[in-house]
């Protein structure tokens, strides 16, 4: 076990961990952000997505010894109410379904749009492709990052 410091939205986390746990298991575990979720544990579906200095990262690929001085962004950091302009589009949308992947999915989409404000289908679909959605919301999904960048 070691001391590890975390920025977890905007705010530093003193943790007891393996310097190998998995980012996810510091986030859901120590710091009590349950909001990311655990997938595949493989990073090969991206329920677990977050954002390493506003990329995005699957946390449960990523050891908490690697994120060093980075900031982590959770679901729960995104916005302070849910405005973040891809929550709103996501709500406008109806995206959900059951809704257990959608944190990663927000967080993959938040991520595209900070690096590309007006992303082509092209764009999008290569910045999502490998989140996934066992309720098939893609169509849905897509037409809501186009909303969210016009948003902007």
Known sequence: MATIKLKINKKTYSLEADPNMPLLWALRDLAGLTGTKYGCG?????????????????????????????????IEGLSKNGDHPVQKAWEEVDV????????????????????????SDADIYNAMNGNICRCGTYLRIREAIKLAAGMK
């Open 42 to 74: 493989i990073a090969q579906c991206g329920a677990c997505t977050v954002h390493l200095n506003g990329a995005a990262v699957r946390s449960c690929s990523l050891p908490v010894s690697a994120v060093g001085d980075s900031e982590v962004t959770t």
């Open 96 to 119: 959900m379904q059951c809704g257990y992947c959608q944190a990663g999915q927000i967080m993959t989409a938040a991520a595209l749009l900070n690096q590309n404000p007006n992303p």
